[in-house]
């Protein structure tokens, strides 16, 4: 796990490290702490690791990106990452939630560099993040089980870009994000392992790991896949996955 701490201004950042850094160790998290802080930077890091990460954002950073846009961005890349609000601006939490980075913690500066008032809260949002990180470490990764003919294949489920139906076979096709499997298994039979992540199987013929969604025009048919495909559907099939959105607005 690398810990990120992202502030713009220097006697914040330093004190934030030396502050967090105690409890960690404290703790006793297995971490690395990053050596950048700019956004550019941060995004270049988190694209090179592995995750889960924890990341402690300022949300009024002085740069071209705000600490609300870099963590949209952090979880494109690191969607089980832990971020943490560290701010004057507490007014802005509700902004944090509309743009869908509803953080793991959220810590006023308030009272920074009082360490009395101020360790326990930073203590107390990394005692829910060791809870978490030792949740997923016991829980088992999500995965799909197939096998065709000779073929035994185990796949982890957010590797799985789409699955698609070959039309006039009982045969389904199934693209992660490095390789493509042609299996003897209906798509319907498939789709009943796409529970455990964030898959759109409202289509007749396809299965969408929605997470791996990069755009969708919605008036010509087309989504756009993490993997470079481009998928086409009629308008009344694309519906659906309109409706699915509005759903969640």
């Not at 950042?13 to 105690?22: D, F, Q, S, Y």
């Not at 693209?175 to 003897?184: D, K, P």
């Amino acid at each position: 796990m690398k810990v990120f701490i992202s502030d713009d201004l220097e006697k914040h950042r330093l004190w934030l490290t030396e502050v967090i850094t105690a409890q960690l160790d404290d703790l006793q998290f297995d971490y690395q702490l990053a050596s950048v802080w700019q956004p550019d930077d941060v995004l270049q890091a988190v694209q090179a690791s592995s995750g889960p990460n924890l990341y402690f954002l300022d949300i009024v950073l002085k740069q071209t990106t705000n600490g609300i846009e870099l963590a949209s961005k952090i979880w494109d890349y690191d969607p089980d990452g832990f971020i943490v609000y560290v701010t004057v601006r507490d007014d802005m939490m509700p902004a944090t939630l509309s743009a869908m980075t509803t953080p793991t913690g959220f810590i006023s500066k308030v009272d920074m560099f009082d360490k009395a008032k101020f360790v326990p809260r930073v203590r107390k949002v990394l005692q829910v993040i060791k809870k978490r990180l030792l949740t997923l470490q016991q829980a088992p990764e999500p995965t799909l089980t197939l096998k065709s003919g000779a073929l035994l294949l185990k796949l982890r489920l957010r590797d799985i870009v789409y699955c698609e139906k070959v039309h006039g076979l009982r045969t389904s096709r199934i693209v992660t994000t490095n390789q493509a499997y042609l299996v003897h298994k209906n798509l319907s039979t498939i789709k009943t392992q796409l529970t455990g992540c964030h898959f759109f199987n409202d289509f007749q013929s396809y299965a969408l790991n929605l997470d791996c969604i990069v755009t969708v025009n919605f008036n010509k048919g087309v989504v756009t896949m993490t993997n470079g495909d481009r998928l086409t559907f009629s308008r009344g099939t694309i519906k659906k996955l309109r409706a699915y959105y509005q759903t969640q607005e």
